[in-house]
């Protein structure tokens, strides 16, 4: 399995993780500190765009925030975000599932830097906010082992600059023999155990 394969199964339990989510929680609070449910959904919303962007290559509008609504949910009642979401993963997917996406240097909105970095980091990034939503709504997320790995490897290597940003908390302590995917929780700052 290379990276394109790795990136689609990730963007794949996001997108289920969306698609299963009762809108009745969107006011819930979530392992993603001081995220709601809404506001996990809308972060790998605006993930999806921007790395479909990377990508292909294409610029992306510097008006935009993560802090605001994905341009693309704008508007729309919640019981349409998940359809939303699974149209823009789908060109997230097909963006990075060609084999040139992953070489050279790509931009996510800031200064260029290796495309198989972003990739690696966006890897992670959806399947770790598919577990932000899975557990902030009561279910588990089943990452497979091959993923996990690759989830960790990623984590690991945004987990310095994501505690001096300030987007990862510290690391939580977690068993050495830990299985990856709760190592790499543990790494971004989550507890694996972290109940609603």
């Known amino acids: 399995m290379d990276s394109a394969d790795h990136m689609d199964q990730s963007i794949g339990l996001a997108v289920a993780t969306i698609r299963d989510t009762d809108t009745a929680l969107f006011d819930d609070p979530s392992p993603c500190a001081g995220y709601t449910v809404r506001d996990v959904v809308n972060h790998l919303a605006f993930g999806f765009l921007l790395a479909r962007r990377s990508g292909a290559r294409e610029p992306w509008d510097p008006a935009w925030s993560a802090a605001d609504r994905t341009p693309y949910l704008g ?86 600059a994501g505690r001096e940003g300030g987007w990862f908390g510290a690391e939580v302590a977690v068993p050495g023999d830990a299985p990856a995917f709760e190592r790499a929780l543990a790494a971004s700052g989550r507890d694996p155990r972290w109940t609603p």
């Not at 577990?131 to 279910?139: E, F, N, Q």
């Open 75 to 160: 508007g729309l009642p919640d019981g349409e975000w998940a359809r939303a979401c699974a149209d823009e993963a789908a060109a997230t997917a097909r963006a990075w599932a060609d084999p040139a996406a992953w070489e050279g240097e790509a931009s996510m909105g800031g200064a260029p830097m290796p495309a198989a970095l972003i990739g690696a980091m966006m890897t992670a990034e959806f399947a770790v906010h598919a577990w932000d939503l899975a557990v902030a709504t009561g279910r588990a997320v089943e990452v497979p082992d091959g993923l996990a790995t690759v989830v960790l490897e990623g984590v690991s290597a945004m987990a310095p």
